[in-house]
């Protein structure tokens, strides 16, 4: 069993930049693929970004490649969405989520999600 906390959401102006961490709790947690997915309001939650169990490979979507990186922290059960040169339409409420496999991840093949933190970007 997995449970994962987010944080580090909130308001920002356009160009800005926001790090979000997820926490997670659960021995097994280096065993995961994890991720994270947006969803906008009236919009379906679409993948984000995602990391490897080791850390050694990462994926991105379109959108956001260049702008944002997605980093692990093992020892601390912690990863990281650092998220640069905002933009409006990266509003939306940002989900953490793992996976047994990156594969599955990025299917939206998800085992477990966290609760959600909103970052909203003004312009």
Do not use: H
Request: aromatic share 10%; glycine share 10%; charged share 15%.
């Amino acid at each position: 069993q997995v449970q994962l906390v987010e944080s580090g959401g909130g308001l920002v102006q356009a160009g800005g930049s926001l790090r979000l961490s997820c926490v997670a709790s659960g021995r097994t947690f280096s065993s995961y693929a994890v991720g994270w997915f947006r969803q906008a309001p009236g919009k379906e939650r679409n993948f984000v970004a995602a990391i490897t169990w080791n850390g050694d490979s990462t994926y991105y979507a379109d959108s956001v490649k260049g702008r944002f990186t997605i980093s692990r922290d093992n020892a601390k059960n912690t990863v990281s969405l650092q998220m640069n040169s905002l933009k409006p339409e990266d509003t939306a409420v940002y989900y953490c989520a793992a996976s047994l496999s990156i594969n599955r991840l990025r299917l939206s093949l998800v085992e477990y999600w966290g609760q959600g933190t909103q970052v909203t970007v003004s312009s």
